[in-house]
């Protein structure tokens, strides 16, 4: 009997064939960058004010600069806030030397109010926040967004992964990848805020079963001597994905552009998966021998190599006495199975929240966005060197362990570290992003190699799903505690890495 590996050792573990499905499948990895973390530059929140219609006309019967405006109409704003502005009426001011004299009623204090009238925002573009009016008491909706995707992939977890595991990798891939990419080109044409919420929801339902149907097809595609290379590089693939989205992001500063940007390339990624072959492996486990077979043929051929005279006797190298059918009992099936699955979703939602977290953070508090985004993502770069380098030599506990401890140790530091030093700031925020970015994918790489071929691509969605259920919390946990105290949530990162 010849296993499938053994075949790929003979008519090319990453050969041509191999490396074509690599560089488009990696496509799809890239892609996922915007959906997951896109919110930060799709939802940004730019410096604010209250409108104030009298204010603006008497600002231009003055003469006024916008700065000069806010210095006499608006003292102490920054110790009130944005989402406050004095109640009065504006076009009863005496005078554009002391614009609030007369106004306070017998020489109180001048009474601050909410806005009624909008706000003004001041950036060159346009995001969902600023054409949806996102801020003060609906600030909690940005939140709400970015958590509903990350419902979507809850939601989508078992699904998904059932539909990988019962009815095949290409089918899966090619429906996840025609309903992201729809979708995603609907939410630039979004009318309300409704509306973005729904088809957020329903990306993410379809895109992250998309990416691991993707991660499982190409891991199952290559030999096992460059099974771990491969699944390494396509999740360095979605760190190219975050720089481009930073790029792509700066020169368009429209949300619904950007939007539009990201999502057209998966109509065409689906036309070119429509010629990839299914997974052997998988037809294998499935007692579809003959097409299995007709496929390592097909990969000899775009190998340039000759088929073995064994193929025909080609089999797993797991036991399938029968059709297998997955199901979720399976992953507690044996004590050791159960263990596993259990350790994994732990580590899957605490890799999760911490990895979120910080780019939410950085997003929130940088200087500057773009650059600040663009340096901490390409810390995920050595962060997969270090994890080929280490996993052979050292192991997964060890490198796993330290990178816990680093990450945990830069959140630390950050809630003690001065504001005003930024450089400081996203230093130390860079070193724990890339320390968490080694936990999650060494937890991606792990799951995979802990099952079964037939309950392989199931027990990676259902294990990733805590990652969603950190998803879906750690957006409140950000905004919502940086409002009691800035360094609250990095405290709870610390917690979280170290417990």
């Known amino acids: 009997m010849a296993s499938v590996d053994q075949v790929l050792g003979q008519v090319g573990e990453f050969g041509r064939f191999q490396k074509q499905a690599f560089l488009l499948l990696s496509l799809l990895s890239a892609l996922f960058a915007p959906i997951y973390v896109g919110i ?26 916008p700065a000069e405006g806010l210095n006499w109409t608006l003292p102490g704003l920054g110790a009130l806030g944005p989402c406050h502005a004095y109640d009065v009426d504006w076009n009863r001011s005496l005078g554009c030397g002391d614009p609030l004299a007369g106004l306070a009623p017998n020489g109180s204090r001048l009474p601050f109010g909410p806005c009624l009238h909008g706000w003004v925002y001041d950036t060159p573009g346009s995001s969902i926040v600023t054409e949806f009016h996102l801020v003060c008491e609906e600030s909690w909706k940005v939140d709400l967004l970015q958590s509903s995707v990350n419902v979507g992939f809850f939601l989508g977890s078992l699904g998904i992964g059932y539909i990988a595991d019962r009815f095949g990798r290409k089918a899966c891939l090619l429906g996840t990848s025609l309903v992201s990419g729809v979708s995603g080109v609907l939410l630039a044409l979004a009318p309300d805020y409704t509306a973005l919420l729904l088809l957020r929801l329903l990306q993410g339902l379809v895109s992250k079963g998309g990416w691991t149907a993707g991660y499982t097809l190409i891991t199952e595609f290559v030999g096992l001597g460059c099974r771990r290379t491969v699944a390494i590089l396509y999740q360095a693939a979605y760190t190219v994905g975050l720089v481009l989205l930073a790029g792509v992001a700066f020169v368009l500063p429209d949300w619904r552009w950007l939007q539009m940007a990201v999502s ?22 499935q007692k579809r021998n ?16 000759l ?29 050791s199975l159960r263990r596993n699955t259990l350790i994994l979703m732990y580590l899957w939602f605490t890799s999760s929240v911490v990895y979120q977290g910080l780019i939410l953070h950085v ?10 985004f663009l340096y901490s993502a390409l810390m995920e770069f050595p962060a997969s060197i270090i994890i080929h380098v280490t996993i052979d030599r050292v192991g997964r506990l060890y490198p796993m362990a330290l990178s816990n401890l680093v990450a945990g140790a830069s959140c630390f530091i950050m809630v003690f570290s001065p504001p005003d030093l930024h450089w400081l700031n996203i ?16 937890v991606c790489l792990v799951n995979t190699e802990l099952y079964p071929t037939f309950i392989r691509n199931l027990g990676v969605m259902v294990c990733s799903s805590l990652c969603d259920l950190g998803g879906i919390l750690t957006p409140f946990l950000v905004f919502r505690l940086m409002e009691v105290w800035p360094g609250l949530p990095l405290t709870l990162f610390d917690l979280d890495t170290w417990a």
């Open 40 to 65: 930060v530059f799709l939802a940004s929140t730019p410096p604010h004010r209250c409108r104030s219609p009298g204010l603006d006309e008497l600002a231009r019967r003055c003469g006024w600069s």
């Open 264 to 285: 057209l390339p998966l109509l065409p990624f689906l036309l070119c998966c429509w010629y990839l072959p299914e997974s052997p492996r998988w037809l294998l486990s």
């Open 290 to 305: 003959t097409q299995a077979r007709k496929i390592m043929e097909y990969i000899a051929q775009k190998n340039g190599r």
């Open 307 to 335: 088929p073995p005279a064994d193929l025909k006797k080609l089999s797993l190298e797991e036991d399938t006495a029968g059709k297998m059918a997955p199901s979720f009992a399976d992953l507690f099936r044996t004590p």
């Open 363 to 372: 997003g929130a508090t940088g200087a500057s966005l773009h650059l600040d």
């Open 427 to 442: 230093a130390v925020a860079c070193v724990g992003r890339m320390g968490i970015t080694i936990v999650f994918q060494m």
